[in-house]
């Protein structure tokens, strides 16, 4: 047995019986052997999740979906998707000899690591959700990370499964020759639109370089699209939803109707690339649709605080995700605040500019009545807010408590709106500050 | 008083946030009273580049860039006119870059700019790739102040000999070099992104007035409150330890 596997187990044993998670024991393992990843035994079964949006819903729906087809699942629940993170959960499901016991492995994979990890973490399918603008000055800019992934797919011979109605994912299939290649896709939907102010990607063909042509966007840039001098777009989804109900949070596909644990274009998709998971595994679909009914969004995903009025925290981290919150936001009936934490630390991106690309314009509502700006950079993100001439309801509180103290003392519904490294402190505060309303 | 501001290749040069710079332009030129004709420029579309007083391009990602390439080379006369009416350019990244000589990317291949001045730019090696906060010391229309920005780019500007300003941390036009961007009369170049605009109001004012100026001469722009972009930009000199 390996004294160092040893090592990193008792590590995390220990820690998980303080009641700490954390990335120790993958941090130890990496540090005495930096092929520790290489070195796993895995099953037959790995499914790696990568892409800009989505990673953390998807991956736990699909080892959910596993779960409930009766399949043993190891997965990095928590988002932990860095080399250190993907280490400690492989090392805490492993015996001495470095065997992962279980009938599957589902990974959601940072887009960078997976280049790095592609190989060592020997994959039998790859899910693939979006590519939209993230965090470019770690990741350099967003057609490297394509470039990268193109390289990775091309002697790729396992399942590979895209989400078709995104140009920029379809490109890999392109590069795809010897992997079995499956899609999803969403059909026209009553909020689909025909003009989009979101596209910033994939205005162009990738193959021929001339414009696409969109019969309707989703969100920003997903939609239908074609080219047509060389028909790419043109696909023949393995898993196509139709009849997307937002009144019911449900759709259909393959005449059986499904229903979404959130009601948004996003988790409709998260859905669609689950079906197909499952559809390429040859597991039950329809066991899919008690985990959709029943999956619980992660931390701070649409997650509410009781604080005087309710409070609804969510992450975002690129202008797409920033989009769709605040959409969610304004769906919300009634006035309230608004209050937005945003970091510029290694995770969340040391480039704020991505505030511009977001639309915030849309705060510019009646019913929202102040923004609080907190976190490292609550300067930048006021004065985003004041060029959409919001500077009336803007408000800089740079201490995270004190802001959260004064969404408590309006006495309105909230919504706090947090980058990466700023979720877990904000939420712990949430959830003292709630504390003080159960007494 | 009309601001005439043209905003080319906007839905492809649209890197980092670049579009925020013209929303500073065109607020604060409203904040004084001006009213702002925004107009866009696309592959392709006519337009008439001298009859504008501020010429605004940003960066965009290599693919982009390739594509706007011919576009704009053949557009050359028409910007020349614009630099002889006097209008004042504002470019940022890629923007910048091909105003110079030529672009020489990583295997060699030399692609021509449109040649205005005499800087040039190339592919860098891997690991100098600039990338960061930075922070400068402007000078431009005789005054001297601080700006800050976030520079991400691979490209090496050699041959300036006007930079925008002093790097006081950061890189600048190359890795790790002492100077940033480059500045005459009527042009201000720079890879500063954040974007470069909201936080530094001075180099803001200055475009505007350089704008103006070809209709209504020396124009005297009344302050507005700064608060925000002064705190902004200051949280980042602390940040970078060049304001104590």
């Known amino acids: 047995m390996s004294i160092r596997l040893s090592l990193v187990k008792t590590a995390h044993s220990l820690l998980s019986k303080a009641g700490r998670g954390g990335s120790l024991p993958g941090v130890l393992a990496l540090k005495m052997d930096p092929k520790f990843i290489e070195k796993m035994i895995l099953p037959d079964k790995v499914i790696l999740v990568s892409g800009t949006n989505g990673k953390t819903t998807t991956s736990n729906l699909i080892a959910e979906a596993l779960r409930a087809n009766g399949l043993s699942v190891v997965n990095n629940h928590r988002g932990d998707n860095l080399n250190v993170g993907i280490a400690t959960t492989l090392a805490s499901a492993s015996d001495n000899q470095f065997h992962v016991q279980a009938d599957a492995v589902v990974l959601e994979v940072d887009e960078l690591t997976l280049y790095r990890q592609f190989h060592a973490l020997k994959p039998s399918a790859l899910v693939i959700t979006n590519f939209f603008r993230d965090q470019l000055d770690r990741a350099g800019e967003m057609e490297t990370i394509i470039r990268k992934m193109i390289e990775l797919v091309q002697d790729f011979e396992g399942d590979l499964i895209l989400n078709g109605d995104d140009p920029n994912v379809l490109r890999l299939a392109d590069a795809a020759s010897h992997a079995r290649v499956h899609y999803f896709s969403v059909a026209e939907t009553l909020r689909s639109r025909t003009i989009s102010d979101e596209a910033g990607e994939g205005k162009f063909c990738p193959r021929c370089g001339k414009p696409l042509y969109y019969s309707y966007y989703q969100y920003s840039h997903i939609g239908r699209f074609r080219c047509p001098y060389d028909h790419f777009g043109e696909i023949h989804p393995d898993v196509l939803v139709s009849n997307v109900d937002f009144d019911s949070s449900s759709f259909t596909v393959d005449g059986t109707r499904y229903h979404s644990f959130v009601n948004s274009i996003y988790g409709v998709y998260n859905c669609a690339s689950v079906l197909a998971v499952c559809r390429a595994l040859g597991l039950k679909e329809e066991k899919a649709d008690e985990v959709f009914r029943t999956y619980v969004l992660n931390e701070g995903r649409n997650e509410v605080f009781e604080l005087s009025r309710p409070c609804t925290i969510n992450l975002i981290k690129n202008p797409t995700g920033a989009n769709e919150v605040m959409k969610f936001i304004l769906e919300q009936p009634g006035e309230k605040n608004i209050c937005i934490f945003l970091n510029d630390n290694d995770q969340d991106g040391h480039d704020v500019s991505w505030i511009w690309d977001a639309h915030f314009e849309r705060l510019n509502d009646p019913d929202v009545k102040t923004i609080v700006c907190s976190g490292r950079r609550p300067y930048d993100m006021a004065l985003r807010l004041k060029y959409e001439g919001l500077e009336d309801r803007v408000k800089v509180i740079e201490s995270a408590s004190e802001a959260i103290e004064w969404l408590d003392e309006a006495k309105l519904s909230s919504h706090v709106i947090s980058t990466y490294t700023a979720l877990h402190s904000t939420r712990a505060i949430l959830r003292r500050q709630a504390g003080r309303h159960q007494k | ?244």
């Open chain 2, 1 to 244: 008083m009309i601001l005439n501001i043209l905003w080319m290749y906007h839905d492809l040069m649209d890197l980092y946030g670049d579009k925020g710079n013209l929303q500073v332009l065109k607020t604060r030129a409203e904040k004084r009273g001006i009213d702002v004709n925004l107009v866009t420029c696309g592959i392709g579309e006519p337009c008439s580049i001298k009859d504008y007083d501020i010429f605004f391009l940003g960066g965009g990602a290599d693919r982009e860039q390739n594509l706007i390439q011919e576009d704009l080379l053949s557009r050359r006369a028409e910007i020349e006119e614009a630099m002889n009416n006097q209008t004042a350019f504002l470019l940022i990244c890629g923007g910048y870059q091909m105003f110079g000589k030529f672009y020489r990317d990583q295997d060699g291949t030399t692609v021509p700019g449109l040649a205005f001045f005499d800087y040039y730019t190339e592919a860098s090696s891997r690991d100098n790739r600039c990338i960061g906060n930075i922070a400068i010391e402007v000078t431009m229309g005789g005054e001297t102040f601080q700006a800050v920005g976030f520079e991400n780019h691979g490209g090496q500007t050699k041959g300036v000999t006007t930079p925008l300003g002093k790097v006081l941390k950061g890189h600048g036009n190359q890795y790790q070099s002492g100077y940033e961007g480059f500045v005459n009369e009527q042009v201000v170049a720079t890879y500063m992104h954040g974007p470069l605009l909201p936080k530094n109001p001075g180099i803001a004012d200055l475009v505007l007035k350089r704008g103006l100026r070809r209709t209504y001469g020396d124009v005297n722009l009344k302050g507005l409150d700064d608060t925000f972009e002064t705190r902004a930009r200051e949280t980042m000199l602390k940040r970078l330890g060049v304001l104590k």
